[in-house]
């Protein structure tokens, strides 16, 4: 399912775009990557057929990652990894931290093994207005504003590179979707699958957003992204 559901593929075509715009092209795909909260290691498997070859996930559920093969993965919690300081060139952090009780205590980690000037590319869910009974089935703690995920990142002394919100041609229709389900009592999850024909519109309109993302920065999404580097 994830491999043609257009929020997994086009979040894997945004984050391989900011590795290959602010990561240095020098044996770029030689970077020592880390991938917190790989789950069933969609990501991983994208980035490997794209060519980057030193690969890591983590996850803290070992039914997820149990049939990952061919790349270096363990059961590990992310505000407490059996890694080395500054063993990472970069780390990738994807819906992730919204779902623990100490949001700090695991950007702080990922700092920790995080190499001096290495990239920190997180994602995280935009706005708490859209809050919806699809947080609360998939453990969501909280959702952000882009100025509450950037003064998190910089009061642990991250320098940020980009941000912006994502999915901004997403936000009207998933806004609409979930205020009609909250007037009627529906309480559904917000991952659909849609006809492939819809999947593929989709995708075409959030891959020409992630394109444009490259000039401009979008004012509001259902989703914000930083590019932190570690100072």
Same mark, same amino acid.
């Given at each position: 399912?994830?491999?043609?559901?257009?929020?997994?593929?086009t979040?894997?075509? /945004?984050?391989e775009r900011?590795?290959?715009?602010y990561?240095?092209?020098?044996?770029?795909y030689?970077?020592?990557?880390?991938d917190?909260?790989?789950a069933t290691?969609?990501?991983?498997?994208y980035?490997?057929?794209k060519?980057?070859k030193n690969?890591?996930?983590?996850?803290?559920?070992?039914?997820?990652?149990?049939?990952?093969?061919?790349?270096n993965?363990? !059961?590990m919690?992310?505000?407490?990894?059996?890694?080395?300081?500054?063993?990472? +060139?970069?780390?990738?952090?994807s819906d992730? /931290?919204?779902?623990?009780?100490?949001?700090?205590?695991?950007i702080?980690?990922?700092?920790?093994?995080?190499?001096?000037?290495?990239?920190?590319i997180?994602?995280?869910?935009?706005?708490?207005?859209?809050?919806?009974?699809h +947080?609360?089935?998939?453990?969501?703690?909280?959702?952000?504003? !882009?100025?509450?995920?950037?003064?998190?990142? !910089?009061?642990?002394?991250?320098?940020?590179?980009?941000?912006?919100y994502?999915n901004?041609f997403?936000?009207f #229709?998933?806004?609409?979707?979930r205020v009609?389900?909250?007037?009627?009592?529906?309480?559904t999850? +917000?991952f659909?699958?849609? #006809?492939?024909?819809?999947?593929?519109?989709?995708?075409?309109i959030i891959?020409?957003?992630?394109?444009?993302?490259?000039? /401009?920065?979008? #004012?509001?999404g259902?989703?914000v992204?930083?590019?932190?580097?570690?100072?």
């Amino acid at each position: 399912m994830k491999d043609y559901n257009w929020w997994f593929l086009t979040r894997n075509d /945004i984050i391989e775009r900011i590795l290959r715009k602010y990561c240095s092209t020098e044996n770029i795909y030689d970077r020592k990557i880390l991938d917190c909260g790989c789950a069933t290691g969609n990501l991983l498997s994208y980035l490997r057929n794209k060519g980057f070859k030193n690969l890591y996930g983590i996850d803290n559920a070992k039914n997820l990652i149990k049939d990952i093969k061919d790349i270096n993965v363990f !059961q590990m919690d992310v505000c407490n990894m059996n890694f080395n300081d500054e063993e990472f +060139d970069l780390i990738i952090s994807s819906d992730v /931290i919204e779902h623990l009780e100490d949001d700090l205590r695991a950007i702080r980690e990922m700092k920790r093994v995080l190499e001096k000037e290495g990239l920190l590319i997180i994602f995280v869910p935009a706005f708490k207005f859209l809050w919806s009974y699809h +947080d609360e089935i998939n453990g969501h703690k909280r959702r952000y504003t !882009q100025k509450e995920i950037l003064l998190k990142l !910089q009061s642990e002394g991250f320098r940020i590179i980009k941000s912006s919100y994502w999915n901004f041609f997403a936000f009207f #229709p998933v806004f609409f979707i979930r205020v009609i389900k909250k007037i009627f009592g529906i309480r559904t999850s +917000d991952f659909y699958s849609f #006809p492939f024909f819809l999947n593929w519109l989709i995708i075409k309109i959030i891959l020409l957003e992630n394109f444009i993302l490259n000039y /401009i920065n979008f #004012p509001f999404g259902v989703s914000v992204f930083a590019v932190a580097k570690k100072e």
